[in-house]
């Protein structure tokens, strides 16, 4: 059967769709914020929510952006973040000068919902993303959008999109993108004192063109952060920073860059869009740590690091890893690991001539990280239990 957009008819009688009520919709379609011209808000009680999924060829999704039914939307002005709900208008409307165009005052997250085994749509975590996202609002002066908000936003607008989450078993998944950024004018440089924090959702599959199949990464050029700079927050700033070598990777071949420490350059920091890991001969799980606090604290590498140690037995080690060792053969398997990578494993890093196979080759996932992937999405799926509140059933 096709699949319908949007609501069902009121008196729908389709045994997809379920009675779900009072939600909040905010219509700002055309609307400008920066206090200009700022249309009326329409709070829309919503009866019914189609929960048949859409006509996707889900398990051929690539990582794109595809418009779903709702975003959310909340506004900062006067010094406090609005009510805030859900809005068909995925577009944003401006101020040419709106402090997130000229200084760049934008945070961002992602997380992903999931369909368990038994039908339940989830999410891993949610709690972490938003405070993770507050560290980053107030390292850019920006007003922190409240812990609980947060979470009863992400419910709210993946709620409102069942139809859109992946079905169990297809390989993708509805990424979550919450954003936040300066809606308010600045000319001199100076925080805004207005905000929109929005969070918009999208089917989504692997993020490395690899997926599972073992990938290639390269030392760059360049660096993607400063030393104790913002490389430990999840700004765009620093993403614009990794556009042109992730980009000259991707022209020669390669799914992303291992960055080196911006300081000495000696040290393995992590990709422009996941945190590195290692194993050792003897099964230990290195976990790469900055000296210069420029890492960003992967949701997903803190998650593994307890799947390992508490749930596998693992010995697991944070500390600096010198690029010497991986160039000395010292590991035996590599993968790269977030919210959008899952883990993806790397079989060769390339520095220039010098190449470096690792030992699991580009054949084959190593044992290592084909035995953490698959316990981390299996807790995500629900077909294990993980540790108490990891998955947060949204519907
Ligand atoms: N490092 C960078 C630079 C990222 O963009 C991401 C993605 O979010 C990660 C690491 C992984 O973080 P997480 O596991 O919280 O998604
Ligand atoms: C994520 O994993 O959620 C990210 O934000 C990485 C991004 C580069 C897609």
């Given at each position: 059967m096709r699949p319908t957009t949007g609501f069902a008819p009121a008196n729908g009688s389709s045994p997809y769709t379920t009675a779900r009520k009072n939600y909040r919709i905010v219509e700002c379609s055309g609307s400008r914020i920066n206090g200009h011209i700022m249309r009326q808000r329409q709070h829309v009680s919503l009866e019914m929510i189609s929960l048949e999924k859409k006509d996707l060829d889900w398990g051929n999704l690539g990582f794109a952006y595809q418009p779903t039914d709702y975003s959310y939307v909340c506004n900062y002005k006067n010094g406090a973040w609005e009510e805030g709900g859900l809005t068909t208008d995925h577009s944003v409307v401006l101020s040419e000068c709106s402090g997130v165009l000229h200084y760049a005052q934008e945070v961002f997250e992602g997380l992903k919902a999931y369909t368990t085994e038994n039908g339940d749509i989830v999410c891993f975590r949610p709690d972490l993303n938003a405070s993770r996202m507050q560290d980053s609002a107030k390292r850019l002066i920006m007003p922190p959008f409240p812990e609980d908000k947060f979470v009863d936003a992400v419910k709210q607008v993946v709620k409102a999109n069942?139809?859109?989450?992946?079905?169990?078993?297809?390989?993708a998944t509805l990424y979550v993108r919450p954003v936040m950024f300066a809606t308010g004018i600045v000319i001199g440089v100076s925080p805004a004192d207005e905000y929109q924090f929005r969070i918009l959702v999208t089917p989504v599959g692997p993020y490395y063109s690899g997926g599972v199949r073992p990938v290639k990464v390269r030392i760059p050029d360049y660096d993607r952060a400063a030393p104790h700079g913002t490389g430990n927050i999840k700004a765009g700033l620093n993403y614009a920073m990794s556009l042109l070598p992730g980009t000259i990777a991707h022209e020669q071949g390669y799914a992303d860059n291992m960055y080196l420490?911006?300081?000495?350059?000696?040290y393995v920091e992590e990709a422009g869009g996941a945190n590195f890991l290692f194993v050792e001969k003897d099964g230990t799980l290195v976990v790469p740590k900055s000296f210069t606090d420029s890492i960003l604290p992967s949701i997903t590498r803190r998650s593994l690091v307890t799947v390992a140690r508490d749930m596998l037995g693992m010995k697991v080690v944070e500390r600096p890893v010198k690029f010497d060792e991986v160039r000395n053969g010292d590991f035996v398997e590599c993968g790269m690991c977030g919210t959008a990578a899952v883990i993806s494993p790397v079989g060769e890093i390339d520095n220039g001539d010098e190449k470096i196979v690792m030992a699991s080759g580009m054949e084959e996932t190593g044992p290592v990280m084909h035995k953490l992937r698959n316990t981390l999405t299996d807790i995500q799926s629900g077909k294990i239990q993980g540790p108490d509140g990891w998955v947060v059933k949204i519907c």
């Amino acid at each position: 059967m096709r699949p319908t957009t949007g609501f069902a008819p009121a008196n729908g009688s389709s045994p997809y769709t379920t009675a779900r009520k009072n939600y909040r919709i905010v219509e700002c379609s055309g609307s400008r914020i920066n206090g200009h011209i700022m249309r009326q808000r329409q709070h829309v009680s919503l009866e019914m929510i189609s929960l048949e999924k859409k006509d996707l060829d889900w398990g051929n999704l690539g990582f794109a952006y595809q418009p779903t039914d709702y975003s959310y939307v909340c506004n900062y002005k006067n010094g406090a973040w609005e009510e805030g709900g859900l809005t068909t208008d995925h577009s944003v409307v401006l101020s040419e000068c709106s402090g997130v165009l000229h200084y760049a005052q934008e945070v961002f997250e992602g997380l992903k919902a999931y369909t368990t085994e038994n039908g339940d749509i989830v999410c891993f975590r949610p709690d972490l993303n938003a405070s993770r996202m507050q560290d980053s609002a107030k390292r850019l002066i920006m007003p922190p959008f409240p812990e609980d908000k947060f979470v009863d936003a992400v419910k709210q607008v993946v709620k409102a999109n069942a139809a859109w989450v992946p079905p169990f078993g297809s390989g993708a998944t509805l990424y979550v993108r919450p954003v936040m950024f300066a809606t308010g004018i600045v000319i001199g440089v100076s925080p805004a004192d207005e905000y929109q924090f929005r969070i918009l959702v999208t089917p989504v599959g692997p993020y490395y063109s690899g997926g599972v199949r073992p990938v290639k990464v390269r030392i760059p050029d360049y660096d993607r952060a400063a030393p104790h700079g913002t490389g430990n927050i999840k700004a765009g700033l620093n993403y614009a920073m990794s556009l042109l070598p992730g980009t000259i990777a991707h022209e020669q071949g390669y799914a992303d860059n291992m960055y080196l420490d911006p300081q000495t350059r000696t040290y393995v920091e992590e990709a422009g869009g996941a945190n590195f890991l290692f194993v050792e001969k003897d099964g230990t799980l290195v976990v790469p740590k900055s000296f210069t606090d420029s890492i960003l604290p992967s949701i997903t590498r803190r998650s593994l690091v307890t799947v390992a140690r508490d749930m596998l037995g693992m010995k697991v080690v944070e500390r600096p890893v010198k690029f010497d060792e991986v160039r000395n053969g010292d590991f035996v398997e590599c993968g790269m690991c977030g919210t959008a990578a899952v883990i993806s494993p790397v079989g060769e890093i390339d520095n220039g001539d010098e190449k470096i196979v690792m030992a699991s080759g580009m054949e084959e996932t190593g044992p290592v990280m084909h035995k953490l992937r698959n316990t981390l999405t299996d807790i995500q799926s629900g077909k294990i239990q993980g540790p108490d509140g990891w998955v947060v059933k949204i519907c």
